[in-house]
């Protein structure tokens, strides 16, 4: 059994999904640090895409603040036992519209005693809210690239004018 939980904290990075809690070196303006770099916070994965080398994780900032979001991509988890199952001792709000995409190998990733960034994983009810924030995201990018497409296959009309020149209270093309 023990062979099993440290041959996965080994290789973490080969089994994160989409759901999983990891503490990141999240950047941020005002590192509150003494060694200038930012504080190693909750993070939740939203995607993992690629493979080996070039798999890259898509992570939600995390913070503990209870403000208000404007954006609606807001995951809380306030729930004692959604705390509990994502290894956090806060309430946790994850902002779906702060993201970044980052290799598994990158060195935010704080690997202490446990050999993971691994704190948890979501429960029943931040994941259904993921998935609906994960959903969104996605259509709103399908949106973006179709749009996009558009504006570069419209072919752009260029209308060729001769220039005039008053020459003695006269108009003459040049």
């Not at 009810?125 to 969104?136: D, L, S």
Request: hydrophobic share 35%; with cysteine; aromatic share 6%.
């Amino acid at each position: 059994m023990f062979d099993h939980t440290t041959h996965v904290a080994a290789n973490w990075a080969e089994y994160v999904q989409p759901g999983h809690v990891v503490l990141f070196r999240f950047p941020v303006r005002y590192p509150q640090t003494k060694d200038g770099l930012p504080t190693a916070r909750p993070c939740l994965v939203l995607e993992v895409d690629g493979e080996g080398a070039s798999r890259k994780l898509v992570l939600a900032y995390g913070t503990t603040a209870t403000s208000i979001s404007h954006t609606g991509y807001d995951i809380r988890l306030t729930r004692l036992s959604d705390l509990k199952s994502a290894g956090l001792k806060r309430p946790t709000r994850f902002i779906g519209a702060r993201l970044l995409s980052v290799s598994p190998n990158h060195d935010g990733f704080p690997i202490g005693m446990t050999g993971t960034p691994v704190t948890g994983r979501l429960a029943d009810a931040p994941w259904e809210r993921m998935q609906w924030v994960r959903a969104r995201l996605h259509a709103e990018h399908g949106i973006a690239v179709e749009h996009q497409r558009e504006r570069s296959s419209t072919s752009v009309a260029v209308e060729h004018r001769m220039r005039r020149t008053m020459k003695s209270g006269r108009q003459s093309a040049v």
